[in-house]
């Protein structure tokens, strides 16, 4: 992402929080704010508006498409797994998925980590939250004290129904424009997008087996395809994304429209 970012002065940060999710001690901490406040009609007028400014730019990239899977098969085949037991399972780091959920403590911890971090961040304010980091990301939208230009979430869970997140009211006005990115072979989110569970976002689906129609003999194309599909969950997959890209460098041209407006106070 940051060849991809040549030529403009960002502030990279990723906060570590895997070490409150493995460790098998007690975790002390808790929750203390909530965002309890109704959106106002204009605030969401605005907002609409940034996502079809968003909804345009993906447009002009060229590379979303979406794959029809036979009538919703990937996410009808993908409902029909023991999603929640899986995520409790101590293979892959799933475990943490399930100690996230289960645990109001780490919850908090992880919660209090992130947002500090996101605090003292400058703006244009982006998150790229993958997988597991996009639940983190929507449990920060009710904390009222944090602003986002731009939310990018790849390959995210928070559709399926098996994963239980707390309904709240969406901060229209404290969140420019949400992108979600989506391969179509990537297993978690099963070729699912988000916007029918979460309409605030706007789907981009990656091209399937790009590889395919790259240079190179058949062989060589065949196996970049099944490589990409094997690896269709990595982040580095989605933040090589063209897409990606561009809406990053489009959240920090404060003139562009997709963030919200600078002049709010921010926490510090």
Do not use: K
Not at 69 to 98: E, H, N, T, Y
Not at 106 to 111: G, I, K, Q
Not at 231 to 250: F, G, I, K, M, P
Request: hydrophobic letters at 45%.
């Amino acid at each position: 992402m940051s060849r991809g970012l040549r030529g403009l002065h960002v502030d990279l940060s990723a906060p570590a929080y895997e070490d409150l999710l493995t460790t098998s001690g007690r975790v002390h901490a808790r929750r203390t704010w909530h965002d309890v406040s109704e959106p106002r009609d204009d605030e969401r007028r605005a907002y609409v508006q940034r996502q079809h400014r968003l909804a345009e730019l993906v447009q002009s990239v060229g590379e979303s498409t979406r794959m029809a899977w036979p009538a919703g098969l990937a996410a009808a085949l993908a409902d029909r797994l023991p999603l929640a037991s899986m995520l409790r399972a101590p293979i892959f780091g799933l475990d943490q998925v399930g100690r996230y959920l289960d645990d109001d403590a780490r919850r908090a911890a992880v919660l209090h980590r992130a947002a500090t971090a996101l605090l003292r961040a400058p703006r244009p304010r982006v998150i790229v939250a993958h997988s597991l980091g996009s639940v983190v990301a929507w449990d920060l939208l009710a904390d009222p004290r944090i602003d986002i230009d731009l939310l990018i979430t790849v390959g995210s869970p928070l559709a399926h129904p098996a994963l239980a997140v707390d309904s709240v009211p969406f901060p229209y006005r404290r969140v420019g424009a949400w992108l979600n990115v989506v391969h179509p072979l990537d297993p978690v989110p099963a070729g699912r997008g988000l916007h029918d569970a979460f309409p605030a976002a706007c789907d981009a689906f990656l091209p399937p087996l790009s590889a395919l129609s790259s240079q190179g003999s058949a062989l060589s194309r065949v196996t970049a395809a099944v490589a990409g599909a094997a690896t269709s969950h990595l982040d580095s997959s989605y933040l090589a994304s063209r897409t990606v890209l561009a809406a990053v460098r489009e959240a920090m041209d404060v003139n562009a429209g997709l963030s919200i407006p600078t002049h709010r106070a921010v926490a510090s």
